[in-house]
């Protein structure tokens, strides 16, 4: 076996500053093994299977310096490699959204993207149903630039970017994350057995080609469906009519509508427009689009949750009448544009409004919806095994972990449990039980999810873990939320919650943010009392005593405060008021079970925050009896 890294540690690498650093790979059986980084040597030995592992004292930040690797048969490897600060970058669709979604929001940043010391290693796709894999099939580290900022999780750009101007070191980034994947993906068999229903999930597929033969086969029934209803086009003839966008499709035509719908919206405009640098931003639609402009191909996305975000070529755009069709295919009977997303043509110094009316004549109907692909890339323990298992013993300063929106379902009680036994067994794989975890609890959305207690319960799995574990840290979102997006475009203001975390509990920096103190009713006055204490991040579960300048986001008075009555199932607005930085809740006649704040999908009235606008935390304060009962 000639002389191997993984992928991980390949060409351009940042290795952690200041602690001791694994460096491993493969060669012959028994091979003598030298690590040289800079004037620092390291020697080791491989063992019967070829698999060595050195141990890289602690070393001061820079770079690049060079590193070789060569063992006694005379096989080398030489690259580059930096010391600096080292991020684990993880979770579902919110950690992995890349910058290029955000290109149209950020034009400077683009064009001031080049730093060579910011720099990612992107894990791609992998799975496994059986074994851990050693090494990625691909990966590469790449530092920042214009051509590859585009690839840079937005969350671990922004968080690395303040990280840089922090410490002035090389940051590295491993984005290890992927779109829609639950909790229970990123676990091992045996941190799942305290699940016994997620381990269930796995059976119909431990047999050997049995996972691919499954998303294969569901894969073809979709691609039969988009034939089926490709070949009824033209068979629909109708005239056009007219629909109010953006909007949902409710109580127009298009209602429950399934099959592929023609949209278009016609503008006009001067000699001196039409010569401007153009993008088109229509928002999100569901489900899948191709979008012209004057019957120019612009682009096309295939779900609802991408904004579409489409530069229009030079030359396209015309004097006069200028025609914008979007060919939309309704899988699932839920069409629309969707409402309250802004629908424009921007030009260089101004923009052109398209929400309003627009035209639509139905091309085919399906007579059934789409069929939904078999994800098998979300069962339990498959993204532990492909993605992170490689991952392991790379040395980092802390995970940040963005995740929970696929656990707001039927397992949203046992998520605190299993973030929990998720930290612990990363954890002990990387033989530190203080690895710090940053996590970013779920702000604000409404839209395709109901009020079913979901996403509360999993803010507040996400809170209490903070409280309930060392060196880990929660940061509030409420405020950085879109209602009608699952994917908020604002990730800046949650990198900089993340960073304001990092600092206190990596940097030994005095943030602070605002958290619940203690509670009690007073029967002469007919209210209940709530205090709120100002405490590092990572130290929830401290005696800190700090009063918190409490005010609200919007400047309004508290809001989000309701009361529950578990016997009936009753919910009811509560009254309150701040005093002397303590709200103030007015009893109901009844005594309830609980006072909530928050506690719903999308919480945004008088939401309470610190005077630095950092929010509170949803929380329950559970009524035992009309006596006072302090919490600390």
Not at 134 to 144: F, V
Not at 163 to 168: A, N
Not at 294 to 322: C, M, P, T, W
Request: aromatic fraction near 10%.
């Amino acid at each position: 076996m000639m002389l191997t890294l993984p992928r991980i540690l390949g060409d351009g690498c940042v290795l952690q500053a200041n602690t001791v650093v694994p460096i491993w790979g493969w060669s012959e059986p028994s091979e003598h093994i030298c690590v040289q980084i800079d004037k620092t040597i390291v020697k080791t030995q491989a063992d019967g299977q070829g698999s060595w592992q050195a141990a890289l004292p602690p070393t001061k930040c820079g770079g690049p310096f060079d590193c070789i690797i060569s063992a006694e048969s005379g096989d080398s490897i030489r690259q580059h490699c930096y010391i600096g600060e080292v991020f684990l970058c993880s979770g579902q669709s919110n950690m992995e959204l890349p910058m290029e979604a955000l290109r149209f929001d950020y034009p400077k940043t683009y064009a001031s993207a080049d730093d060579h010391l910011l720099r990612q290693y992107k894990v791609n796709t992998e799975i496994d149903f059986h074994e851990r894999h050693r090494d990625h099939a691909s990966g590469e580290w790449k530092s920042c630039n214009a051509d590859s900022i585009g690839e840079f999780s937005a969350i671990a750009y922004w968080f690395g970017h303040s990280i840089r101007k922090l410490c002035g070191a090389p940051v590295g980034l491993i984005n290890v994350s992927l779109g829609g994947s639950p909790i229970e993906s990123w676990m091992d068999s045996a941190s799942l057995e305290r699940f016994p229903e997620e381990l269930e999930k796995l059976h119909p597929y431990l047999e050997k080609g049995v996972p691919e033969r499954l998303s294969r086969q569901s894969l073809e029934e979709i691609e039969r469906w988009h034939k089926e209803l490709d070949g009824k086009q033209g068979a629909v003839a109708n005239d056009w009519e007219e629909i109010q966008l953006p909007d949902t499709f409710k109580g127009t035509g298009l209602e429950g509508f399934v099959g592929k719908v023609e949209l278009c919206k016609t503008i006009y405009l001067t000699s001196s427009q039409v010569r401007q640098n153009s993008l088109l931003r229509l928002g999100t639609w569901s489900d899948e689009d191709e979008t012209y402009v004057n019957e120019h191909f612009v682009g096309a996305k295939g779900n609802q949750y991408e904004s579409r975000d489409y530069a229009v070529g030079a030359g396209i755009l015309k004097e006069g009448e200028n025609r914008i069709k979007v060919i939309l295919t309704c899988a699932y009977g839920s069409g629309r544009a969707t409402p309250n997303k802004s629908m424009i043509l921007k030009l260089e110094d101004e923009q052109i409004n398209l929400s309003g009316i627009w035209e639509y004549r139905i091309l085919s109907r399906a007579e059934r919806r789409c069929p939904v692909e078999d994800f098998i890339r979300w069962k339990p323990t498959v993204l532990f095994n492909g993605m992170l298992a490689p991952c392991i013993p790379y040395a980092v300063h802390a995970v940040l972990w963005y995740q929970g929106e696929s656990n707001t379902g039927n397992n949203a009680r046992s998520y605190q449990a299993m973030l929990e036994s998720m930290i612990k067994l990363w954890r002990k794989e990387w033989q530190r039980d203080d690895l710090p975890f940053l996590i970013v609890q779920l702000p604000n959305f409404g839209i395709d999810c109901i009020e079913d207690g979901g996403w509360p319960l999993v803010r507040e799995a996400q809170y209490s873990v903070s409280a309930e574990l060392e060196n880990v840290a929660t940061v509030v979102t409420l405020d950085a939320g879109e209602w009608n997006d699952l994917h908020p475009r604002n990730k800046r203001i949650i990198a900089d919650r993340l960073f304001d975390a990092a600092q206190a509990l990596l940097f030994g920096k005095h943030k602070t943010h605002p958290v619940l103190g203690a509670w009690k009713i007073n029967n002469t006055t007919g209210e209940l009392s709530v205090r709120f204490l100002q405490v590092e991040y990572g130290k929830n579960h401290c005696e800190t005593t700090e009063l918190s300048p409490l005010t609200t986001l919007d400047g309004d008075c508290p809001g989000e405060f309701t009361w529950f009555w578990r016997d009936g199932g009753t919910v009811e607005q509560a009254e309150t008021g701040i005093i002397d930085n303590e709200i103030h809740v007015k009893l109901p006649q009844r005594t309830p079970t609980s006072l909530r704040y928050a506690w719903s999908n999308i919480p945004s009235v008088g939401l309470l925050c610190d005077d630095r606008g950092v929010p509170v935390s949803p929380f329950r304060i559970e009524i035992t009896s009309s006596s006072s009962n302090p919490v600390e």
